[in-house]
């Protein structure tokens, strides 16, 4: 059974900082494909940003020079270094886990940025 805990999101000042951290129960960690999403009420939930088993990332555009993803294979888990936050970055933040067609989801933490 995968289980995926979030932590560190809160209530940060605009171009205030937050670093997201997910812990991951799962012999698979590493051979996963791990991902940030975020949800925003009334909107539908998006990529945020996304590393591979091999460490090749992507980003949102919106979050592109602002945002890092990283994970540490040996502890299982993965992080969301956010910078120069902005209102629009509030949200619920939830890690993911693709392993082959199989997807896990964490229950979320909530970032909330005011301007």
């Known amino acids: 059974q995968v289980q995926l805990v979030e932590s560190g999101g809160g209530l940060v000042q605009a171009g205030g900082s937050l670093r997201l951290s997910c812990a991951a129960s799962?012999?698979?960690?590493?051979?996963?494909?791990m991902g940030w999403y975020r949800q925003a009420p009334g909107k539908e939930r998006e990529l945020v940003a996304s590393i591979t088993s091999s460490g090749i990332t992507n980003y949102a555009d919106s979050v592109k020079g602002r945002f890092t993803i990283s994970r540490d294979n040996a502890k299982k888990m993965v992080y969301l270094q956010m910078i120069s936050l902005k209102p629009e970055d509030s949200a619920v933040y939830y890690c993911?886990?693709?392993?082959?067609?199989?997807?896990?989801w964490g229950q979320g933490t909530q970032v909330t940025v005011s301007s």
């Open positions: 993911n886990l693709k392993y082959g067609s199989t997807s896990y």
């Open positions: 799962a012999g698979i960690f590493r051979f996963s494909n």
